[in-house]
C-alpha cells in the first residue's frame, strides 16, 4: 500500500504525464508582439539549451534595478503603463516568464524554471529589487531564498507565499483538474467576447480603463486562448504550483522570516481574487513590511492604477536604498 507521499507523488506523476500526452498533438506557437511603446527596450536571455527569456530592460545601468515579476496567465505586457512611470527614478526589467508571452521553454514547465529563470536574470544584472505580482510575489521570494545577496528588496503585489485561501483561488487551482481544466480553457477559441470578459474577475472596473488599453486586452487574451503553447505554460504552471505550494509552504515561510532585506506589500484594495486580508500571514511573519493598499483596484493595480503601484515601488526603492547607503 502507497504512503499519503507515494500518492501525492503518483497523482503529480500523472499530471505531468497527461500534460505531456495533451499537448503533443498541438505544433502551434505565440505571434505576441511586443507593446509598441517598449519595442526599443526588447531583449532576449538564453537561460539554457531549452529556454530563452524575453525581457524588456529601461537600461540605465546606473539606477537602482528591478525586476517586475508578472502572474498565472500572464506576461511582461503587465507592467507596460507602470514602466514608463519608473524610468525616471529605476532601472526596470520585466521579463515573460518560461512558456509564457514571447519567451520559450521546451519540456515541462514548473515552477523550479521559472524561479531559475529570475535568478539568471539575478545573476546576469547583479543584486536588484524584485517586484513581484500573485504568482510572482511567490516566485520572487524562492529566488531571494536562492539567491539572497543579489535581492535587495521584495516588493510583493497582490501575491506572495504563504497566503490565507480564498475561494477566488481556489477556483482558479481547480481548473488543474486534468480534462476539465483544458475543456474550459479551450472553449473561449468558439467565443472570444467570453475570453475578454473572463478577465473581469481580475479588475475592480475593468471597463474604466481607456479604450486603447481594452482593446490591447481584448486582443491579448485573445492571443493567450488561440495558443496551445500559452495554453500548456498556463496549465503546467499551475498544477507545479500545487505540488510546489505542499512542500515548500514551510520552507518560503522561513525563509521570509530569515530574509534581511527590505520587504514591502502593495495591494489592490478590491481585489476579488486575493483580498487585501490574504496578506495577514506575511503580515505576522514580517511585521515590519508597510502594506499600501491602491483604492478602487483588483487584482492588478499595476494596470488599474499605475501611477500610484509605481509611486509605491518607488518609495520601497527608495526606502531600500536608504538602508543600503547606512
Given amino acids: 500500500m ?6 501525492e507523488r503518483f497523482l503529480f506523476h500523472r499530471l505531468l504525464t497527461f500534460e505531456v ?16 511603446a517598449l519595442l526599443n527596450q526588447v531583449k532576449w536571455l538564453n537561460i539554457n539549451r531549452r529556454d530563452s527569456m524575453f525581457y524588456y530592460d529601461s537600461g540605465d545601468a546606473a539606477k537602482p534595478s528591478v525586476i517586475l515579476i508578472h502572474g498565472l496567465g500572464d506576461e511582461a505586457d503587465s507592467w507596460r503603463r ?15 516568464l518560461p512558456g509564457f508571452g514571447r519567451s520559450k521553454a521546451g519540456g515541462i514547465i514548473t515552477i523550479n524554471r521559472h524561479i531559475k529563470a529570475i535568478v539568471s536574470l539575478l545573476e546576469m544584472i547583479g543584486p536588484a529589487v524584485l517586484a513581484g505580482n ?3 510575489g511567490m516566485i520572487a521570494q524562492a529566488a531571494a531564498a536562492e539567491k539572497p545577496s543579489l535581492v535587495k528588496a521584495l516588493i510583493l503585489i497582490d501575491g506572495g507565499a504563504p497566503l490565507a485561501t480564498t475561494g ?54 485573445i492571443e493567450r486562448v488561440e495558443s496551445a503553447e500559452q495554453e500548456k505554460a498556463y496549465f503546467a504552471t499551475m498544477r507545479s504550483l500545487i505540488w510546489y ?11 521570509l522570516a ?22 495577514e500571514i506575511i503580515r505576522s511573519i514580517r511585521k515590519d513590511a508597510p502594506l499600501i493598499l491602491i483604492p478602487n483596484a483588483g487584482h492588478l493595480p499595476q494596470q488599474e492604477h499605475p501611477a500610484a503601484t509605481a509611486a509605491a515601488i518607488a518609495a520601497a526603492v527608495a526606502r531600500t536604498e536608504e538602508e543600503c547607503a547606512h
Fill in 245 to 255: 505550494n505542499m512542500t515548500k509552504t514551510a520552507f518560503l515561510t522561513k525563509a
Fill in 258 to 279: 530569515d530574509y534581511k532585506g527590505v520587504v514591502s506589500l502593495v495591494w489592490g484594495e478590491n481585489d476579488a481574487i486575493l483580498p487585501p486580508k490574504t496578506a
Fill in 2 to 7: 502507497k504512503t499519503p507521499r507515494q500518492n
Fill in 82 to 96: 507602470l514602466i514608463p512611470l519608473l524610468n525616471g527614478a529605476c532601472r526596470t526589467l520585466a521579463p515573460d
Fill in 168 to 221: 477566488g483561488a481556489l477556483s482558479l487551482l481547480g481548473k488543474a483538474l486534468p480534462f476539465y481544466g483544458p475543456y474550459w480553457y479551450r472553449q473561449f477559441r468558439k467565443n472570444h467576447d467570453a475570453a475578454y470578459h473572463s478577465l473581469f474577475g481580475y479588475y475592480h472596473n475593468l471597463e474604466g480603463l481607456p479604450e486603447d488599453d481594452r482593446a490591447f486586452l481584448r486582443k491579448r487574451v
Fill in 134 to 136: 500573485s504568482l510572482g
Fill in 21 to 36: 500526452f495533451s499537448y503533443s498533438i498541438f505544433d502551434m506557437d505565440t505571434h505576441m508582439r511586443p507593446y509598441p
